[in-house]
């Protein structure tokens, strides 16, 4: 089938890729004639393992262009995949889904579907149609069915391949079919259900990931004041099947394009509906406690922290992508570098994009070279290559072997028997 992919960011790129790789042919659009240009020379604008190879095997099958009119000509199918960032307020930005709508609607050559791949807030599906109305007055059908993504960055080529569950949510039966049979590869649960319904699924599944992570650093801090070990409850609690082990690991928050945006967009919506979500609030209260907390434990650790050194292990939100989007490590080196203090930082893969905003911070070559002449090492992101450092030489350059391990990647027995000073989130 011939399909149109708009935007090719994490989930847009991602997903073209991919349904070209189940043998479709894909024209991926975006604005940024840059972006474009260095696509076709296979160069992405993203770090996402595998993609890169993904992306040169399916070269017969992708084109990339900045022209919608130009990617929708003959596509039967045209996947919305901008970005809708969070405003001040929280509410989703939906300037971008509508420009491409109305693009959409002044392009039109044919019946096509228009799926929402980006989280859109409820009720978008029926914007997004109302505005392909509004700028096309010709014959041609078109249906807009919502295909909200479940995709992890730093997974999301896995993801996309061995989803849980595609989810499509449509007004018409047959659209609703079209837009399953490309997925029909994956040979995984395809549910077919209402466009609201749909839109809200991704929510109500993102926000129940964010509650499970606010719920175990709650956990955690209630650990630590009475002499329990977070890691264990939370990999006992995970043996009950109705809770499940994954998304109890307690740190310093949650952070990435997703979670914090979807949940205030999810809670914009509930206020808008006159409806106080109170659960979803603490969600988001307890997320930006948790950052603070790690500024606390180094000053707990320290006695101080103004003008002290200080070394920084991982900016990425997460591991395995280089995106810094609401990152707890901007939050802690910013909190840091207020109170004067002599910064190293090293993350494998995000320091391109970290020395874009972040400043008076020494971005250094390796983990080694962050904890050097350092009074305090502070693990932000759980790298693997952080994982089995060699302690001994570590604390042989440091200037105080002092640990704040904020993801909690080390043992606290085998750290201090190597004569450091530890502290985790939740661990005793
Ligand atoms: C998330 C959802 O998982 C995915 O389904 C959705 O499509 C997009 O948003 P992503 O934001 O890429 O994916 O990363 P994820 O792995 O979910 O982690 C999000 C944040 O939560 C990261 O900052 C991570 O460090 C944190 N996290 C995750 C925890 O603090 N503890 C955990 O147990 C899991």
Known sequence: MKICVVGTGYVGLVTGTCIADLGNDVTCVDVDEKKVENLKKNILPIYEPGLEELVKRNKKRLNFTTSIKEGMKGAEVIFIAVGTPPKHNGEADLTFVKEVAKSIGKSMDGDKIIVDKSTVPIGMGDLVES?????????????????????????????????????????????????????????????ITDLRSAEMIKYASNSFLATKISFINEIANICERVGA?????????????????????AGAGFGGSCFPKDVAALINIARSEDYEPLILNAVMEVNKM?????????????????????????????????DIREAVALD??????????RIKAFDPVAMP?????????????????????????????????????????IKASMKKPVIVDARNIYDPETVKKHGFEYTGIGRN
């Open 353 to 393: 994009n970290a020395k874009k905003v972040l400043k008076n911070v020494t971005f250094v070559k390796d983990a080694y070279e962050a904890a050097e002449k350092t009074e305090c090492l502070v693990v932000l992101t759980e790298w693997n290559e952080f994982r089995e450092l060699d302690l001994k030489k």
């Open 290 to 322: 948790q950052k603070k907390l790690v500024l606390n434990k180094i000053k707990r650790m320290l006695g101080t922290v103004e003008g002290r050194a200080i070394g920084i292990l991982g900016i990425a939100f997460k591991p395995n992508t280089d």
């Open 131 to 191: 505005i392909i109305e509004d700028n096309y007055k010709g014959k041609s059908r078109y249906d807009v069915v919502s295909c909200p993504e479940f995709l992890r960055e730093g997974s999301a080529i896995h993801d996309f391949m061995n989803p849980d569950r595609v989810v499509i949510g449509a007004k018409k039966k047959d659209a609703a079919e079209k837009v399953a049979g490309i997925f029909a590869p994956l040979k995984c649960k395809i549910v």
């Open 229 to 249: 070990d977070v890691s264990t409850v939370a990999e006992v609690m995970g043996f009950d099947k109705r809770i499940g082990a994954q998304f109890l690991n």
């Open 332 to 341: 802690v080196i910013k909190s840091l570098a207020e109170k004067g203090c």
